[in-house]
């Protein structure tokens, strides 16, 4: 070989080794662009949450790398069956599974499996197959495949390497969608748990709240009786302080008016002898009213000191409440204004008691009005139900109203206003209120007031009522022919009572005896019709403690006499007994104290009613 | 050349570089199949052309194609086969390995058995292959290639400064001392610092060459740290396990950086030597074929 030709052929060969490295140069720029894309790769595959869209950037990342004519990439199953997940384009599917069942039948694609690097094999059409398994160390994800031209060229090692790089961040990012896919099923089964115990819960909340709401009503319900059993409670105190302040203040007015009426008697007898022009009688009339004031207060003692329940009967309250009114206002300043509807119903009662209640309020009324003014006494009927806000039972009432336009009741004299012997006023006894109170309480029905100081007050007593019923006329017993003068029996068991009642009987042209209980008077009378000298007229006492009351003896003594006149006489005005006297066979009534003008009267009337 | 200018200082790293380069060079075939390999227009035929000239090669790459090593489930019965099969880097790495176990000759035996040199040489390789295996690497058989080539370093050195090295062998295994510490007293380098000079100068590439430059300190690797630290791990495992022997007494301290860079369960280690355990004597023996 001669030197020229030996230059030449080191030319060529220069040149083409000049060739070889300048292809090689452009195939490494080539790869180092496509490398630079690799972070522009990476972080596509951290924004994709789908596996579809890591599929995607995979392939694409891949082509930028060779020039595949078909791609795809298999996805490991849980049965470790793989499956086309996903090729480029997507009409090559067919032929790409085609390729994948010949690489496994070859046993070519298990060896994939194991070596984590490109496997390239011939294709039959003269390109090559080259596969490539996706997997970390855990867990092998899947396989890509892809077909490229010419099988003849071996293929650029870095850029094989590259290939890995890209399915080794894939198969990461696959892992990571898998294991986030996981996570989000457990996730979501989680939640529907929580859902599911929340729901739970809220079912026992509701419960809870049922429950509660209940206990809530039944709390309340609980609440309104402790305050009703309070009430109740309160009530009975005071039933009690006033039952107890009755037979307290009974004993004591029992007595006290015995005293009195021994007192005004004399009094009275007294002064009858005088001449009214005497000094003295002045004197002894002031005494004879003093007297008559402090048995007033005896008789509402006594209102308590009879206690227990009224004697009722039914009564007709409208004539009852026009003569408390014109009875209680007469001479004084204090107009009255009786309303009463025509058909006020009439109602059981106790009538003493009764009209008792309705003076005391009355006098309060007029007490209330020191300048004079209007009371204003109005009834009604009414029909209460169930729910009303008296706390009554369900029923027919009379609702009597005594309204006054005086000074009023401040707010806390109100809650005490039927207390015993509560009383703003200087000379009150405190016993008035109290008295209605109890009087109305012991009849099944209530007093409520309403009052304004400087504007007036407003009494409203509900009492139960019998509508349609009427009482019967009460005959009046026409008693037998009595003679003026004649002999008088008087049985009282104070002898200072019947002493004094003989005085002023003597004194007034009676022939008078006397006896100390019921039995002696009815032997006593016995024994003087007996004697052909009856009695004209018997003054009995109703109560004798211990022996025969009047009632009694005025039963025994018609039993003798049917027109036996006999005068009942007690310091219990209101007793049921005085109060109807008729009913028990006697002709009149008197109320201890009396003074001797009075029980004159009385006799003389009734004697002379017989004339 | 350049380096002919100025005469490195003797004992040096340099000057024992230059001393046997000459002497151990990997056989032409290798640049060759360099060239075809990475030759943008070459084909599975041309390499197979090219291995096809080295008879002996081409015989053990076939052998080792179809060994335990790879598994592979049928017979790989040509070059062109193997570089399908397995790949052409891979089996450009596995003619580095197969070859250089050839170019070592005339080492003195008093200072290295040159039989326990390359059973502790490929135990690693096979190892740290594994190691890149479980791992799921690509390119597992440039591990391989360096775990083989790790300690080539102290086949130069007894082969160049055998009296040192026989001093620092002795003194070694009298003071249960670590080889490496010796050298670098003593020299100033390392095998590994030779190793991998030696590479460089076979143009071997870096991810093989740096590996096994940095086998003792895989921390210094500054391009492939994660081979290194296959290598650094392997050659620790082998050693432990008292795979071969390559003359050091002391198994070398574990960088706790590579072994967390490696990130591998330590109890996968037991199923990755498990895995190693069938393939070291046939592969030891394709590698080293009737060598002594």
Redesign the interface.
């Known amino acids: 070989m001669n030197p020229v030709s030996r230059i030449m052929e080191r030319a060529a060969f220069l040149e083409e080794r000049v060739t070889?490295l300048e292809?090689?140069n452009r195939?490494y720029v080539t790869l180092l662009d496509v490398l630079a894309s690799t972070s522009e790769f990476q972080a596509d595959l951290n924004r994709e949450k789908s596996m579809e869209g890591i599929y995607r950037a995979t392939l694409a990342q891949l082509g930028r790398l060779f020039p595949f004519r078909e791609m795809g990439l298999l996805v490991n199953s849980a049965d470790n069956s793989f499956n086309l997940a996903e090729c480029e384009p997507p009409s090559c599917r067919d032929d790409l599974l085609e390729d994948v069942d010949k690489a496994i039948m070859d046993?070519?694609f298990?060896?994939a499996l194991n070596?984590?690097?490109?496997?390239?094999?011939?294709a039959p059409d003269g390109g090559c197959i080259l596969l490539h398994v996706i997997?970390?160390?855990n867990r092998i994800s899947g396989m890509f495949i892809g077909r490229l031209c010419g099988a003849?060229?071996?293929?650029?090692?870095p850029a094989?390497?590259a290939l890995?790089?890209i399915l080794?961040s894939s198969?990461y990012a696959m892992e990571s969608g898998i294991l986030y896919s996981m996570l989000r099923e457990h996730l979501h089964t989680l939640e529907e748990k929580v859902q599911e115990r929340t729901a739970e819960l809220k079912a026992a909340r509701d419960m809870a709240e049922a429950g509660a709401l209940e206990l809530k009503i039944s709390n309340e319900q609980l609440c309104r009786e402790i305050v009703e059993r309070k009430r109740a409670e309160d009530e009975l105190i005071k039933a009690q302080k006033l039952e107890s302040l009755g037979v307290f203040a009974g004993g004591i007015a029992h007595d006290f008016n015995n005293i009195l009426t021994s007192i005004l008697a004399n009094l009275s007898f007294a002064r009858m002898q005088l001449s009214p022009s005497h000094t003295i009688s002045k004197r002894l009339e002031e005494c004879e009213k003093a007297t008559v004031r402090a048995s007033e207060l005896t008789r509402q003692l006594l209102t308590f000191a009879r206690g227990g329940e009224p004697v009722k009967k039914l009564i007709d309250p409208a004539p009852l409440i026009r003569e408390a009114a014109s009875f209680v206002l007469r001479g004084s300043t204090v107009r009255s204004i009786v309303d009463l509807p025509a058909d006020l119903w009439c109602l059981e009662a106790d009538a003493g008691q009764l009209s008792q209640s309705l003076h005391n309020l009355l006098i309060n009324a007029a007490q209330a009005m020191a300048n004079g003014g209007e009371v204003t006494v109005r009834g009604a009927n009414e029909s209460l139900d169930a729910d009303n806000p008296h706390r009554l039972p369900l029923g027919d009432y009379i609702r009597i109203t005594i309204e006054d336009h005086g000074c009023g009741i401040s707010r806390e004299n109100l809650a005490r206003i039927f207390d015993p012997y509560f009383t703003t006023k200087s000379q009150g006894s405190g016993l008035g209120l109290a008295s209605v109170y109890s009087i109305v309480k012991r009849h099944g029905g209530t007093v409520g007031i309403s009052s304004t100081l400087g504007v007036g007050s407003s009494f409203d007593i509900h009492l139960p009522a019998s509508p349609g019923k009427r009482p019967e006329g009460a005959a009046v017993k026409v008693t037998a022919e009595l003679h003026a003068g004649g002999r008088i029996l008087i049985m009282d068991d104070e002898d200072f009572i019947r002493a004094i009642a003989t005085e002023i009987l003597q004194y007034k042209g009676y022939e008078v005896a006397s006896c100390a209980d019921g039995r002696e008077a009815v032997d006593l009378y016995r024994s003087a019709r007996q004697c052909n000298v009856p009695y004209a007229a018997v003054i009995l006492d109703l109560t004798i403690p211990g022996g025969m009351g009047g009632k009694e003896a005025a039963a025994l003594i018609l039993e003798l006499d049917p027109d036996a006149v006999l005068i009942v006489s007690s310091g219990y005005s209101n007793d049921t007994v005085i109060a109807n006297y008729q009913n028990y066979g006697f002709s009149g009534s008197i109320s201890k104290p009396f003074d001797a003008d009075t029980l004159a009267r009385e006799l003389e009337r009734l004697i002379a009613g017989k004339l | 050349m350049a380096t002919t200018d100025t005469t490195p200082r003797e004992n040096s790293l340099e000057w024992l570089i230059n001393k046997t380069e000459s002497v151990y060079t990997l056989p032409i075939i290798y640049d060759r199949l360099t060239e075809v390999?990475?030759?943008?227009?070459?084909?599975?035929?041309?390499?197979t052309e090219v291995i096809s000239k080295d008879q002996g090669l081409t015989a053990r790459l076939l052998k080792l194609a179809n060994s335990p090593l790879f598994g592979?489930?049928?017979k790989i019965d040509s070059i062109g086969k193997a570089?399908?099969?397995i790949?052409?880097?891979?089996l450009q790495a596995m003619a580095l390995a197969v070859s250089v176990t050839e170019v070592f000759t005339g080492i003195p035996e008093n200072l290295v058995n040159m039989k326990t040199f390359w059973q502790h040489s490929i135990a690693c390789g096979i190892t740290a292959r594994a190691l890149a295996?479980?791992?799921?690497?690509?390119?597992?058989e440039r591990v391989f290639a360096a775990g083989i080539l790790h300690d080539v370093g102290r086949l130069v050195m007894c082969a160049a400064i055998p009296d040192i090295f026989g001093e620092l062998l002795v003194a070694g295994r009298e003071e249960k001392a670590l080889l490496i510490s010796l050298e670098k007293e003593r020299l100033g380098f390392s095998h590994a610092d030779v190793g991998g000079r030696l590479l460089e100068k076979w143009r071997i590439p870096e991810s093989i060459a740096e590996p096994v430059a940095c086998h003792h300190s895989p921390d210094a690797a500054r391009k492939f740290p994660l081979e290194a630290a296959f290598i650094h791990l392997a050659d620790i495992i082998c050693k432990s396990l008292g795979l071969g022997f390559s003359g050091e007494w002391v198994v070398p301290p574990l960088e706790l950086s590579a072994w967390e860079r490696l990130d591998?369960p330590a109890n996968a280690l037991a199923e990755i030597i498990k895995h190693v355990e069938p393939q070291l004597s046939e592969t030891t023996a394709i590698l080293r074929g009737s060598a002594p």
């Open positions: 070889y292809e090689a195939n046993g070519i298990a060896w070596r984590s690097q490109a496997i390239t094999v011939p997997a970390t160390q003849e060229k071996i293929i650029d090692a094989l390497n890995s790089n080794h198969a | 390999i990475n030759h943008p227009r070459s084909s599975i035929e041309d390499i592979y489930f049928s570089a399908t099969i790949g052409t880097q891979q295996i479980y791992r799921r690497e690509a390119n597992v591998i």
